[in-house]
């Protein structure tokens, strides 16, 4: 079947299988291979992307569901050579160490800050509890997030 | 993981939903958030011919004030419950166990209705519904029916629904300014509670249910009517496990449920104000 949906504001029509889920169009059909595949189980969040603005894992959405909508993953979130303001609090705060849950981790505080632009240090880390980290502890990427938000308080 | 193969309709309204489970019966499954089916379809243990997918039923994603009653289509998703102001004034106790379900990537996409259907008997919103007094509206060939939150689950993951229905639209009776506890424990971020305990008081009386407590979420019949006996709380909450048969599995033993149902019980009942 075939799929037409905007990827980080380009328009695309995809002939995928139907049973073809939105990480493996975005992976293996789109090669945009900075969504990571984690635990496949809908637990890590390491596949989270932005569906029409908002945190989704797309290794639990169907590629068809998505038709018509349009999916925000990490290569879209830089404005050329300037960095997305989460981007910059990651690297500030040295928010991660292998890399592998980063880019999940990214988009689900980009959603998390749409949603509530100066969260509190604690909704930080509640709102961030789809995404394991292997490495960090956390600890520098709720710094790394307090940083990329808005006149956030109670650090 | 990938799903076995499958043929996929889209059906963006209640209308083509029924039209396209009407022609493929059986082999049909309803697709909403997905957020319970497509992990099963991943491992295989759902293997649906045919996947009707109404996650963009407009007509069925709204929340509204119907007299006295809160009217929730079945499409809407947890997050938009948390955050319908009509849901905090009038059911605090739903949007609050709206909050606590899974991850807000999970929140994103799971519906209300999707939750209430999988009846899944440890789950937050079909648990909060039963103490909320709920009935949920289904329509089918035959035309619609309601029935009651006690009514629909039979068993585990089954309830009275029939292959070619579809659950619309969830009805909530307003507790407006009544008293209300949800206790859930867990031993890991986003997960599925070991064991959950709503109350909701309204018009004097005190409904108690349990999530995890057996095959289907249940209410504390025996703690509730030792509340309206006039016991105390903590005497009412020794009573929340009479009659259930919590399962055992690798978060709890049986005996370890019971304990946390009498336990929950005491501090939800607190939360609502009776001690
Ligand atoms: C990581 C993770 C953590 C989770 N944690 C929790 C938790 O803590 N608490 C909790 O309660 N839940 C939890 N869930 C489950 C979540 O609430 C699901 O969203 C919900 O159970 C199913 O809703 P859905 O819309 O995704 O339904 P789907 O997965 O699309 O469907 C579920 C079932 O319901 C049927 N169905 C769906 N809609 C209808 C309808 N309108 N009429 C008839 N049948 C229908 C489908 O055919 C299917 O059998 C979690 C899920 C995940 C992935
Ligand atoms: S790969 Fe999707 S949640 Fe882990
Ligand atoms: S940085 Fe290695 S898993 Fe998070």
């Avoid at chain 1, 002939?15 to 073809?20: A, I, K, Q």
């Avoid at chain 2, 419950?81 to 059911?91: K, L, Y």
């Avoid at chain 2, 999530?211 to 929340?240: I, P």
């Amino acid at each position: 079947m075939n799929v037409t949906l905007t990827v980080n504001g380009v328009s695309h029509t995809v002939d995928v299988e139907d049973r073809t889920l939105l990480v493996h169009l975005l992976r293996d059909h789109l090669g945009l291979t900075a969504t990571n595949i984690g635990c496949d189980t809908t637990s890590c969040g390491a596949c989270t992307v932005l569906l029409d603005g908002e945190s989704v894992k797309s290794c639990t959405v169907l590629a068809a569901s998505v038709d018509g909508q349009s999916v925000t993953t990490l290569e879209g979130l830089a404005d050329g050579e300037r960095w997305h303001r989460v981007q910059e609090g990651f690297r500030a705060k040295h928010g991660l160490q292998c890399g592998f849950c980063t880019p999940g981790m990214v988009m689900a505080a980009v959603s998390l800050l749409a949603e509530n632009p100066s969260p509190t240090a604690a909704q930080v880390r509640e709102g961030l509890e789809g995404n394991l980290c292997r490495c960090t502890g956390y600890h520098n990427i709720v710094a790394a997030v307090l940083e990329a938000a808005e006149g956030s308080v109670a650090r | 993981m990938i799903p076995a193969p499958f043929d996929y309709v889209r059906a963006d309204s209640a209308d083509a939903a029924l039209a396209a489970l009407r022609e493929h019966g059986d082999d049909a499954k309803l697709l909403a958030g997905g957020q319970s089916l497509l992990p099963l379809m991943k491992l295989r243990l759902a293997t649906p011919g045919v996947v009707v997918d109404v996650s963009r039923a407009a007509d069925l994603a709204y929340v509204r004030e119907d007299g006295d009653v809160l009217a929730i289509g079945a499409l809407t998703r947890h997050c938009d419950i948390v955050s319908a102001e009509v849901v905090t004034a009038h059911a605090p106790l739903l949007a609050h166990a709206a909050s606590g379900v899974g991850d807000r990537q999970v929140r994103h996409r799971g519906t209300i209705g999707g939750s209430v259907a999988h009846a899944d008997p440890s789950a937050d919103l079909p648990t909060a519904l039963l103490a909320l007094d709920a009935s949920y509206v289904v329509r089918g060939p035959a035309g619609e029916r309601t029935i009651t939150a006690t009514e629909f689950a039979t068993g585990f993951l089954e309830t009275v629904l029939a292959p070619d229905e579809l659950l619309i639209e969830i009805r909530v009776p307003k507790a407006t300014g009544e008293a209300w506890g949800y206790q859930k424990f867990t031993r890991r971020a986003i997960d599925w509670a070991t064991v959950a305990v709503a109350v909701q008081a309204r018009g004097g009386g005190t409904a108690i249910s349990l999530g995890n407590m057996g095959s289907t979420v249940l209410r504390a019949a025996s703690a509730e009517a030792a509340l309206a006996g006039g016991a105390s709380a903590a005497d009412a909450a020794q009573h929340a496990d009479d009659g259930t048969e919590p399962a055992a599995d690798v978060t709890a033993s049986a005996d370890y449920r019971r304990h946390l149902a009498r336990v929950l019980t005491k501090r939800a009942l607190a939360a609502a104000g009776r001690s």
